[in-house]
């Protein structure tokens, strides 16, 4: 099991910081430490891996071509990306009663805008505007094309059909005004708060990414000051959002319980692309490779000591971060961590009687070859790999059994 009080501490930090990014060597479990952070919150998460090629469109939102119609023309809608899905998923959007004096409010703040100006309202039947203006006496009118009054009706006759909905037959402007004036002037009957629990956003490998391309606007809102409805932005698309219960159709915002986790290799060259705008915008914390080793629990827990003291020993010829001390031109970013020793059960049987075989197959399959690369172009590359392999087999530097 992981180490329950490390998990409480990035616990502490992630609630207090909204976003965190675990960095550390390659193989040093830092998803797998990201997806344990999430279970003991018992939160629901999700998981994506950035990489050159995803976007903003992935990520927020954008265009998306839409199928062949039956003509075969492709045309294209705006698409929430997977971020903004997610924070959807985070809040509760709840239907208000009304009553029937939202509507009546909703009837006199037409009227009022009638005592500006004519309003111009298209039909629900055909592609004939229809032009309503008020009266001397306060009655809502239509016009004919003579500039006299065709029609006119009651406060109450309207209420009557915004409550009901129901219209008589031939009455096509009451139930055209109507309609309008339920899209136009009844005010928002939803409610929108934050969910009750965590939602965590996982973001493997999130220097692989163009992240300001990725981020867009969003820089601003995912800060840790401005989450809630204060960080609201507009998109890029926003003026595409036509649906008013879309919870974003005013703009778009981070709720309060959605947190972020990043994950990053310290070895990676796209580490360098790392914006310090975003930068600032994290909490980090170093997974070292010999404190995150509970994904050894999940197959090999019979074998955890001893997979421990092999990883430790060769972790600390790659560097030795007490003394200072190890291989020329590596660092404790090289050390080879529990995920690496985790494909042991790859090679396993069931009773784990081959270990032997298991070791070996996991050096020469795995380890020879990323130790390799660390040492590529490195002075005397080819004796220090030499080295790590008699100290991974427990063997002296001269070949003999330790």
């Known amino acids: 099991m992981e180490n329950s009080d490390k998990l409480d501490k990035y616990i502490q930090l992630l609630e207090a910081n909204k976003n965190i990014i675990l960095t550390g060597a390659p193989g040093t479990g830092k998803t797998h430490l990201a997806k344990a952070i999430a279970k003991k919150m018992e939160a629901e998460y999700e998981f994506v891996q950035f990489h050159p090629s995803y976007d903003y469109t992935d990520f927020v939102e954008g265009l998306r071509p839409t199928p062949p119609d039956k003509n ?23 239907w208000n009663t009304i009553d029937s004096n939202d509507y009546k409010n909703a009837i006199k703040r037409f009227k009022n805008e009638l005592k500006i100006n004519f309003i111009k309202i298209k039909s629900f039947r055909s592609e004939t505007i229809i032009h309503t203006y008020i009266d001397d006496k306060n009655i809502i009118c239509v016009q004919n094309k003579s500039g006299q009054k065709s029609w006119s009706t009651s406060d109450n ?10 219209c008589p037959p031939n009455d096509t402007y009451l139930k055209s005004i109507g309609n309008y004036i339920l899209d136009n002037y009844l005010q928002s009957n939803i409610t929108i708060t934050p969910n009750i629990g965590n939602y965590i956003f996982i ?8 992240i300001s391309k990725i981020f867009g606007e969003l820089f601003f809102s995912i800060d840790p000051g401005y989450r809630g409805e204060k960080g609201l932005v507009k998109t890029q698309y926003q003026n595409l959002i036509t649906d008013e219960s879309d919870p974003f159709y005013e703009g778009f915002y981070v709720p309060e319980n959605v947190y972020i986790i990043g994950t990053m290799n310290d ?23 010999n404190e ?3 994904m050894l629990d999940e197959e090999l827990s019979d074998m955890k000591d001893e997979i421990i003291s092999i990883m430790k020993r060769l972790n600390e010829v790659i560097w030795d971060e007490d003394n200072n001390t190890g291989i020329e031109g590596l660092s404790a970013a ?3 961590g529990g995920s690496y020793f985790s494909k042991l059960s790859l090679y396993l049987n069931k009773e784990h009687t081959n270990k032997q075989e298991a070791y070996e197959n996991l050096w020469n399959n795995h380890l020879k070859g990323v130790l390799f690369e660390y040492l590529r172009g490195t002075i005397n590359a080819m004796e220090n790999l030499k080295i ?11 070949g003999t059994e330790g």
């Open 157 to 166: 006759r309207l209420l009557n059909y915004l409550i009901s909905k129901i």
């Open 334 to 336: 090289y050390h080879i």
């Open 203 to 210: 973001i493997d490998e999130i220097n692989r990414g163009e």
């Open 292 to 294: 995150n080793t509970g």
């Open 388 to 398: 790590l392999e008699r100290v991974y087999f427990n063997q002296d530097i001269y």
């Open 72 to 94: 075969g023309n492709i045309g294209f809608e705006r698409k929430d990306g997977v971020f903004k899905e997610f924070c959807k998923k985070a809040i509760i959007r709840k």
């Open 267 to 289: 070895i990676d060259r796209s580490v360098e692309s790392m914006d310090f705008a975003m930068r600032r915008r994290f909490a980090w914390i170093d997974v070292k490779a």
